[in-house]
């Protein structure tokens, strides 16, 4: 027996000869800055680059609140550039981040927000109020005004948080893993049909601008729903932040976290609230967007090589960002005027890692904790 | 004396299935779960073990009853309060992957920690001191995810230490660890319990492990619980009446389980030392009785076998039928036995 080398339980207090070293958690938090970095570049080539060229000075003097030499110059800087790339940045952390915390509160290595079929949830709230609105106009985002906007967002949240919800309560009762992604397939199923039958008792222009929308685009957030797109997802980017700490507990599963003092519903109820929140009004404003929701977070744990939450949050806002900025520069085929449809060139980045997750499943489902 | 840890009144257990009456497993629980000591809780598949553990550990309501965590009522404290009393490790392995060792103790901190999980120097030593106390610090600047089922046990185990509660109930923790490391972990946690005053409760298969290891035992069976210490159990029957079964009998004498009643015809062995110990065991898991020279059963029987031990080899010497077989191994000796008809169903 080794008695005697059982180590002394730690001073209650520090005796305050030398402070010991820190324990090494295996966190690299220099890496954020890194990755703050890459967002702050995707963010400025998104301004600088696009089907018109723009000397970078008078961009700058745009930006400074100045005009720049041609009134067409400061036009496209002002109502195109800067609001698609504040859209990306914020759709790209939002989605990110909401991926990030359907993927630990369900255990799934694959759970986001389109996989789910939260997306189809949002869709069918945006659906309601977009074919059954009584006002006039073609374009989806506009002629609501104000109202509009609002309803829009607030349908689309909605129509997120009951899914989620849903899926919630129907998971419990299921293994994680297979059953659950086949009940997203399932949920998408459930509201297209529903979708299809408000198409169905709809007049043409709307339905044209509710298959618009459903491509995705950073493109049609004007500056006045720019408030509430950017005061909804930054409320639940503040509130994800403050996640951290239950989300880590609950890499342990349920039963270790109540052990240790989790209030696990409260948790879960806060978890599906600010993914409600995030998912709800990118969807609303920008359309159902796949795949960077699953990827970017399996992307920032390699990276940050961590599954500590503290860590993931941050690093997943900032790559999110610089996913979501590129793929829409991709989209705009810089020097061209042709536009790709976003969720085309989501699907052409994300695929591939999601193809990589799938075929290294056994390691993702060890490196995530599922 | 210090009072125990963990009592319970009146406690009944089981299930309450929906629209159906409730399924009680045991009832009239007094339970005491002393300080500073590991206590096996031992019972066969379905006897309410599981549900025992459960319901200790607050996972799931008592059907009647309380359990009393140093007076207070546990299923009524908030979830903080009783993680700073009573922790557990399960059976499951959670894949914690890219959270090295520190960081999965560190989880322990959880209830004494604020909002963002921040660690204090004195939630950091706590956290070395349980890291250490499991013997793990080589392995705690690694990656879970690299870890063996034995060494991420471990690491779990010092998760439930570092959470500084005065009870740890483990549930099966070893089921699925090799038997060095079922002794390993069972050592250290009697180790853990006897220097640091904990009370801990583990619930096992392992009886021989068990046996060996705990202060005492607790044998759930037919909906009651027996404690005492393990050999008072052993000496007053309560163990083998807990696992009676069919075909399967503890042996009080050598403290095992005895299998099925040999049905070969017996042999005669002469020999004391190790080599002849070995034989007797071999030729009881062949189905035959090893009879001792002085057995008054040994006059009229036909086999008779003498183990010759030396420095340098030891060689078997069977006689039957009227002659003379040697043999150099055990293996050699059952070959040369005629075959052991099947005992009738």
Request: hydrophobic letters at 50%.
């Amino acid at each position: 027996m080794s008695h005697a080398l059982f180590p002394p339980l730690p001073a209650a207090h520090n005796t305050g000869d030398k402070p010991a070293p820190r324990v090494n958690l295996g966190l690299r938090p220099g890496l954020l800055v890194g990755l703050a970095l890459l967002a702050l570049l995707a963010f400025v080539l998104v301004l600088l680059l696009g089907s018109v060229t723009i000397p970078p000075q008078q961009i700058l003097a745009v930006l400074l609140g100045g005009e720049a030499e041609k009134s067409s110059w400061t036009n496209i800087i002002l109502k195109v550039r800067l609001p698609r790339a504040l859209t990306a940045l914020l759709a790209g952390a939002a989605l990110s981040v909401s991926g990030l915390l359907m993927q630990t509160l369900f255990r799934n290595p694959l759970a986001a927000a389109d996989v789910l079929g939260v997306n189809s949830g949002a869709s069918l709230g945006v659906a309601l109020v977009v074919l059954a609105y009584g006002t006039t106009g073609g374009a989806l985002l506009a002629g609501f005004g104000l109202a509009g906007d609002l309803s829009l967002a607030a349908a689309a949240m909605l129509g997120a948080g009951v899914t989620l919800s849903l899926i919630l309560l129907i998971a419990r009762r299921l293994e994680s893993g297979l059953p659950l992604l086949l009940l997203g397939v399932m949920i998408g199923q459930l509201t297209f049909a529903l979708v299809s039958l408000l198409i169905y008792f709809s007049v043409p222009e709307r339905i044209q601008a509710y298959i618009n929308w459903g491509f995705g685009s950073f493109n049609g957030v004007t500056w006045a729903q720019m408030p509430i797109l950017a005061g909804a997802v930054l409320a639940g980017l503040a509130a994800a932040l403050c996640l951290g700490k239950p989300l880590n507990v609950l890499l342990t599963g349920e039963a270790y976290a109540a052990s240790m003092g989790l209030h696990v519903r409260r948790s879960r109820q806060a978890i599906i609230i600010t993914t409600a929140l995030l998912t709800g009004a990118v969807t609303a404003f920008c359309g159902p967007i796949a795949f960077i929701g699953i990827a970017v977070p399996h992307l920032c744990r390699g990276l940050l090589h961590t599954s500590d939450h503290r860590l993931l949050l941050p690093g997943t806002m900032c790559l999110g960002g610089a996913v979501a900025l590129l793929a829409s520069l991709l989209a705009e085929l810089p020097g061209s005027s042709l536009v790709l449809p976003l969720n085309a060139v989501m699907a052409l980045l994300g695929v591939p890692v999601i193809l990589l997750i799938i075929l290294r499943q056994r390691s993702v489902q060890r490196s995530f904790g599922a | 004396m210090m009072p125990p840890a963990l009592t319970t009144q009146h406690l009944s257990i089981g299930y309450r299935p929906a629209r159906r009456p409730p399924h009680v497993l045991a009832q009239g629980l007094a339970l005491a779960l002393p300080r500073g000591q590991l206590i096996c809780l031992l019972g066969a598949n379905g006897s309410g073990k599981s549900t025992l553990m459960r319901t200790l550990a607050g996972m799931q309501p008592p059907l009647a009853g309380t359990v009393l965590l140093a007076g207070d009522a546990l299923h009524q404290l908030d979830p903080s309060a009783r993680a700073r009393r009573l922790s557990i490790v399960l059976t499951e392995r959670p894949h914690l992957g890219l959270l090295n060792g520190y960081a999965l103790v560190a989880l322990g901190r959880h209830p004494h920690t604020g909002w963002s999980g921040r660690l204090s120097p004195y939630d950091e030593a706590m956290v070395r001191w349980a890291v250490a106390a499991v013997g793990a610090a080589d392995l705690a600047e690694r990656p879970v995810m690299e870890l063996s089922d034995g060494q991420r046990q471990k690491l779990m185990i010092a998760r439930a230490l570092a959470q500084e509660a005065a009870v740890l109930l483990l549930d099966e923790p070893t089921a699925f660890l090799d038997l060095p490391r079922r002794v390993e972990i069972m050592l250290l946690l009697r180790q853990i319990a006897h220097q640091t005053g904990r009370a801990i409760l583990l619930s096992t298969h392992d009886l021989d492990l068990a046996l060996r290891t705990a202060d005492a035992l607790w044998l759930l069976a037919g909906g009651v619980i027996r404690s005492g210490t393990p050999e008072d159990l052993v000496l007053d029957g309560s163990f083998a009446a807990a696992f009676h079964e069919d075909g399967l009998t503890f042996d009080r004498a050598s403290g095992g389980f005895a299998l099925p009643a040999a049905a070969g015809a017996p042999v005669v062995v002469h020999g004391t030392g190790l080599a002849a110990t070995w034989t007797r065991r071999a030729l009881a898991r062949a189905g035959r009785v090893a009879l001792a020279p002085d057995d008054p059963a040994a006059a009229g029987t036909g086999a008779c076998l003498e183990v010759l031990e030396s420095a340098t080899a030891t060689v078997w010497h069977l006689h039957q039928d009227g002659h003379m077989q040697r043999c150099t191994s055990i293996g050699q000796v059952l070959a040369a036995l005629p075959p052991v008809s099947p005992a009738p169903a």
